[in-house]
């Protein structure tokens, strides 16, 4: 038995039954939208974001999507992940500028978010002092509006390396 005889039947019945019924026009809820999206960047990285402008029609692909979850925009080529290096003086923070651009780098520390710096210039490098007070600090900027991925650091695991590594150097190890 392959599989034509079973369609075969099923499309049989199917047409017997909405012979005299057909079936109702389905009209699409409010809260559904029919929407563009990457699908070179759904493919590569698994996230669901809108096409930029910069590419090419055979990478759209559109969908029904629920409002409240469309696709979200995508981060521009130009925004990459900040560096952030901590030393035993705080946290040096630096990503790549480009020029004629607003650049606002951000800290946020549990549910408050800080703005560091307004007015970053890819010569620039932020050294943040006031990190070793806390379990776990998030460095992230925007440019032009465009919000780069957030960086996680955890400047207390920093200081037991340097203690166990520098301070005792290899003796008892010290855990948090």
């Known amino acids: 038995l392959s599989s034509v005889e079973p369609t075969e039947i099923n ?3 199917l047409s017997y039954l909405y012979s005299n019924n057909k079936p109702k026009d389905f009209k699409i809820p409010e809260e559904i939208e029919y929407l563009p999206y990457d699908a070179k960047e759904l493919k ?5 974001v809108s096409p930029s402008a910069d590419l090419s029609e055979r990478y759209v692909s559109y969908d ?3 409002t409240s979850n469309k696709p979200t925009e995508p981060i521009p080529d130009n925004i990459t992940p900040p560096i952030v290096e901590l030393n035993r003086y705080g946290a040096t923070i ?3 500028c480009e020029d004629n651009n607003d650049y606002v780098l951000y800290k946020k520390i549990n549910d ?4 560091l710096c307004s007015d970053f210039d890819s010569k620039d490098k932020y050294i943040d002092k006031d990190v070793f007070n806390y379990d776990e600090i998030c460095y992230y900027y925007t440019c032009n509006g465009k919000k780069s ?3 996680k650091i955890r400047p207390k695991d920093y200081l037991i390396n340097m203690f166990n590594n520098e301070i005792l150097n290899g003796k ?3 855990y948090v």
């Open 112 to 115: 408050e978010t800080l703005v």
């Open 64 to 66: 029904y999507f629920k």
């Open 172 to 174: 008892t190890k010290w």
């Open 94 to 96: 630096s990503f790549y």
């Open 11 to 13: 499309k049989q019945t």
């Open 149 to 151: 991925e957030i960086i």
């Open 44 to 48: 590569n990285n698994q996230k669901i």
